[in-house]
């Protein structure tokens, strides 16, 4: 099961560099918390896990979407 979680990660984070639009990589970072929580959930580190859910995949979110919307988006 964890392997199948890994591989997800790897890929997530490809996916995320990879992007243009910096919105769209902010929320691939946000779906690499997400299975970086199930990750930590897996190996019964459920305190990590629930900060990298509230910290990783919330709070840091928020921050990059309102960083990036204050700045002019042109390619």
Same mark, same amino acid.
């Given at each position: ?9 790897v ?11 910096? *919105?769209?990589?902010t929320?691939?970072? #946000?779906?690499? %918390?997400? @299975? /970086? ?6 190996l019964?580190a459920?305190?990590?896990? *629930?900060?990298?859910?509230a910290?990783? #995949?919330?709070? %840091?979110t @928020? /921050? ?11 390619e």
């Amino acid at each position: 099961m964890n392997e199948i979680f890994l591989i997800i990660l790897v890929l997530a984070a490809v996916v995320a560099i990879e992007m243009k639009d910096l *919105i769209h990589a902010t929320i691939m970072l #946000a779906a690499f %918390s997400l @299975v /970086l929580v199930f990750i930590f959930f897996t190996l019964q580190a459920l305190d990590v896990a *629930i900060a990298e859910a509230a910290i990783g #995949a919330g709070v %840091s979110t @928020v /921050l990059f979407v309102v960083a990036i919307s204050k700045t002019r988006r042109h390619e």
